[in-house]
C-alpha cells in the first residue's frame, strides 16, 4: 500500500441528452484547452480503483529483471474492479483484499493525478486505466471492417459518429443548453442507439454516417494540444454501466450540471 491521494470526491454527469438534427464541424485555428477545462471535460465520466478506508490505493509491485515496476490499476468498469479484487488479489492476498473496496474517482480527478504523477522524475509509479474486453473487441471490430486490421488495441476506445466525407460530426444538444456537442462514447452500444434514432429522423443523411473509433489518451492530448477550438465542443458520456453507477448515489453526491 502507498499513499497517494485522499478521497474526497464527488462525481459528475450530464443531465438527459435529447437527440435533435446534425450540424457539421469544421477545423480552424485557436488556443488549446487550459488544464481546468481539460479536467471538467472529463469530470463527468467515473472510473474505478481499489483502495482502503482511508482512501489509500492499492499499488500492485511486481519485478521486471532487475527493477521493480509499482501499478496502480483504475478501471472503466465497475465490475472488473470488483473482480480483480475478489479473484487476483484476493488469492494472492486475502488478508489485504479483506480490508479493501472498489472506490470511484472522476476520469478528471485521474488525468490530475496522473499530471503530478509526471511532474515527479523519480517517481517510479504507473497509472493504468483498464478498458473493458467487450469494448476493444468492437474497436477491432470496427477499424478491421474499415479496412484497417489491428491485432490488438492499446488504450481506452471511444465511439464517436461522423460523417463519411470531410471531417464534420454528428452533433447534439445537452441537457438545457443551446450549444451542441460532439458526444463520445465508451460503448459502442450507445453510439449505435443514438444513429438508429438519427436514422429515424434524417433517413437519407444517416445513410452517410460512420462509427469512428479512437484511443482515450489520444483524445486527451487532443484537448490539451489541439489547435482546433472545436475540442471545447468534445462530450464525454460514460457507459451505461457507470451510468446507472452515477443514479444509485445519494442525491448529495451527485453533481449535477
Known amino acids: ?19 435533435a438534427g446534425i450540424s457539421g464541424i469544421n477545423n480552424s485555428q485557436a488556443l488549446a484547452l487550459p488544464q481546468e477545462q481539460v479536467v471538467k471535460t472529463l469530470q463527468k465520466v467515473p472510473v474505478f480503483t481499489l483502495a482502503n478506508p482511508q482512501g489509500e490505493f492499492v499499488v500492485i509491485s511486481r519485478k521486471n529483471q532487475s527493477k521493480t515496476i509499482s501499478q496502480i490499476g483504475f478501471f472503466i468498469s465497475k465490475q472488473d474492479a470488483q473482480k480483480f479484487l ?4 484476493k488469492k494472492e ?3 489485504l483484499a479483506n480490508t479493501i473496496q472498489v472506490k470511484p474517482i ?3 480527478d485521474y488525468y490530475k493525478l496522473l499530471v503530478e504523477n509526471k511532474k515527479k522524475k523519480d517517481s517510479e509509479v504507473i497509472f493504468t486505466l483498464v478498458p473493458t474486453k467487450q469494448q476493444v473487441d468492437s474497436a477491432k471490430s470496427i477499424l478491421t471492417s474499415s479496412g484497417k486490421p489491428v491485432q490488438q488495441f492499446n488504450g481506452v476506445p471511444l465511439f464517436v459518429p461522423k460523417f463519411k466525407q470531410g471531417n464534420n460530426y454528428l452533433t447534439i444538444p445537452v441537457s438545457q443548453s443551446n450549444e451542441r456537442y ?3 462514447y ?3 452500444e450507445q453510439v449505435v442507439a443514438l444513429l438508429e434514432d438519427f436514422k429515424k429522423a434524417k433517413p437519407q443523411e444517416a445513410a452517410n454516417t460512420e462509427i469512428q473509433v479512437l484511443d482515450l489518451d489520444g483524445v486527451i492530448k487532443t484537448l490539451t494540444e489541439s ?3 472545436n475540442t471545447s465542443k468534445i462530450f464525454l458520456f460514460p457507459s451505461r454501466e457507470s451510468i446507472e453507477f452515477i443514479r444509485s448515489l445519494p442525491p448529495n453526491q ?3 450540471k
Open 106 to 108: 472522476s476520469l478528471g
Open 227 to 229: 489547435k482546433d477550438p
Open 86 to 89: 475478489e479473484g487476483k488479489l
Open 254 to 256: 451527485q453533481k449535477k
Open 186 to 188: 465508451f460503448d459502442k
Open 93 to 95: 492476498n486475502p488478508q
Open 1 to 19: 500500500m502507498k499513499l497517494l491521494v485522499r478521497w474526497g470526491v464527488t462525481l459528475g454527469i450530464a443531465g438527459s441528452v435529447i437527440f
Open 182 to 184: 460532439i458526444p463520445f
